[in-house]
């Protein structure tokens, strides 16, 4: 896997992304922890946009350390308390009101699932789209300016979110 200063220095070099600055640790309820990659993130960097255009409208954020807020606070305004949620964070936004969810429950920790916003409450509808945060940044890199390489057809989903919670689909 590579290391994590070598792929911050991969998005400062890459035409259209930009590193923000460290600007400290997010602040996380108690009995939760950050993946080891992602806190090597932000240890060096708070935050990035990744494939930005003349305007500065990036086609994902990594958010920063003060915005690393459960997914449905950050898509809803408030958190869901209950199931999986308390352990599904956001992590990077990818437009209109959608995100990527990094799981922080020590059995999960660091798969990250697409969250769209009509559906990421839904059983059967949240893929595991990276395996972890640092797997999660090297296929941005790698799409480019397809920032939701997800829902192309050749993708294949590493699971469902809600499947590794015993959820099951009601489809």
């Known amino acids: 896997m590579i290391e994590m200063k070598q792929l911050i220095e991969?998005?400062?070099?890459?035409?259209?992304?930009?590193?923000?600055?460290p600007s400290g640790m997010p602040s996380l309820p108690e009995g939760k922890?950050?993946?080891?990659?992602?806190?090597?993130?932000?240890?060096?960097?708070g935050g990035a946009s990744l494939f930005g255009d003349e305007f500065g409208g990036a086609r994902a954020w990594v958010v920063a350390p003060q915005e690393f807020v459960p997914v449905?606070?950050?898509?809803?305004?408030?958190?869901?308390t209950s199931g999986p949620f308390p352990w599904w964070f956001a992590v990077a936004d990818v437009q209109d009101g959608n995100y990527i969810a990094i799981d922080l429950n020590p059995a999960?920790?660091?798969?990250?699932?697409?969250?769209?916003h009509e559906t990421f409450?839904?059983?059967?509808?949240?893929?595991?789209?990276?395996?972890?945060?640092?797997d999660l940044l090297e296929r941005l890199l790698n799409h480019g300016n397809d920032s939701t390489y997800w829902l192309q057809d050749e993708f294949v989903a590493l699971g469902e979110a809600f499947a590794l919670y015993g959820y099951k689909s009601e489809e």
Not at 72 to 80: D, R, S
Not at 108 to 116: E, I, M, V
Not at 121 to 134: D, K, L, M, Q, R
């Open 108 to 116: 999960h920790q660091g798969l990250c699932y697409d969250a769209f």
């Open 33 to 45: 922890t950050l993946p080891t990659d992602l806190g090597a993130f932000y240890e060096l960097a």
């Open 10 to 21: 991969r998005i400062r070099n890459t035409p259209g992304c930009r590193v923000k600055p």
């Open 121 to 134: 409450t839904e059983p059967g509808h949240v893929s595991v789209i990276a395996s972890s945060f640092t």
């Open 72 to 80: 449905a606070e950050a898509i809803i305004g408030e958190p869901i």
